[in-house]
């Protein structure tokens, strides 16, 4: 088996799934209820990764609103009523990505997702698609101390998941994850399908895969 004892580590949003459709729903729904103007499929895109209130806040100071905190958690509780019952309505796994873990698997690997999202909506969306049992350990932001990009959210999972860091890989879209994996001292692979094509350019990646057909070959190359 090619990854008996490695582990490789996943981001969730915009890499794994491509969950910014019932994002946006979850959003534009919450900012209905303070009056401001929906945010279209383009723009959420790029708010995406580093939690809801983040997310709210963006789309708060994009409409020339204060992004009182306040009003950001009172829409925050908003958004999440509303997504946790509409969390896959259109929440896809991305092409290949699951075929793909299904091969990882078979090969010896262990998986396991480290997350921005909070760990019970992220065990919510893989369980509704289907994808929880293919991963030793999902870890979401509000189950450590610090979130990525520090590094220990990484390391975290990967110790939940059984894994060493001599024998570890983090995938992921964004400059976020790519923090993360150099911070933990890890290797990293971009998926450049996500959701921060903007800053494609300044990520520095081991090695990029245009699509999940072409992951586990280069898994294979960086753990030869």
């Known amino acids: 088996?090619?990854?008996r004892e490695w582990t490789f580590l996943f981001d969730l949003d915009g890499t794994l799934i491509?969950?910014?459709p019932d994002l946006l729903a979850a959003l534009n729904h919450c900012l209905a209820r303070a009056d401001v103007a929906p945010v279209e499929l383009a723009d959420i895109r790029t708010m995406i990764g580093h939690g809801a209130r983040a997310m709210i806040r963006k789309a708060l100071e994009g409409s020339g609103r204060s992004a009182a905190e306040g009003l950001v958690d009172e829409l925050w509780a908003v958004?999440?009523?509303y997504y946790?019952?509409?969390?896959?309505?259109?929440?896809?796994?991305?092409?290949g990505a699951e075929n793909?873990?299904?091969r990882l698997a078979e090969g010896g690997a262990r998986l396991g997702v480290c997350t921005n999202k909070t760990q019970a909506?992220?065990?919510?969306?893989?369980?509704?698609?289907?994808?929880n049992?293919?991963?030793?350990?999902?870890?979401?932001?509000?189950s450590v101390p610090r979130k990525k990009p520090d590094g220990d959210h990484l390391l975290r999972t990967l110790a939940a998941a059984g894994g060493h860091p001599a024998r570890a890989i983090m995938i992921g879209d964004s400059r976020t994850d790519e923090r993360a994996a150099r911070s933990a001292g890890l290797p990293f692979v971009f998926v450049p399908f996500g959701y921060e094509a903007e800053t494609r350019e300044a990520i520095a990646a081991d090695a990029t895969i245009s699509h999940y057909s072409e992951l586990v070959t280069v898994l294979m190359d960086l753990t030869d």
């Open 100 to 102: 793909c873990l299904v």
């Open 18 to 20: 491509d969950s910014a």
């Open 1 to 3: 088996m090619p990854f």
């Open 84 to 95: 946790q019952e509409n969390i896959a309505v259109e929440t896809r796994p991305f092409e």
């Open 79 to 81: 958004l999440i009523a």
């Open 133 to 142: 049992g293919h991963f030793r350990a999902v870890v979401g932001a509000d």
């Open 121 to 131: 909506l992220s065990e919510t969306v893989l369980g509704a698609l289907g994808l």
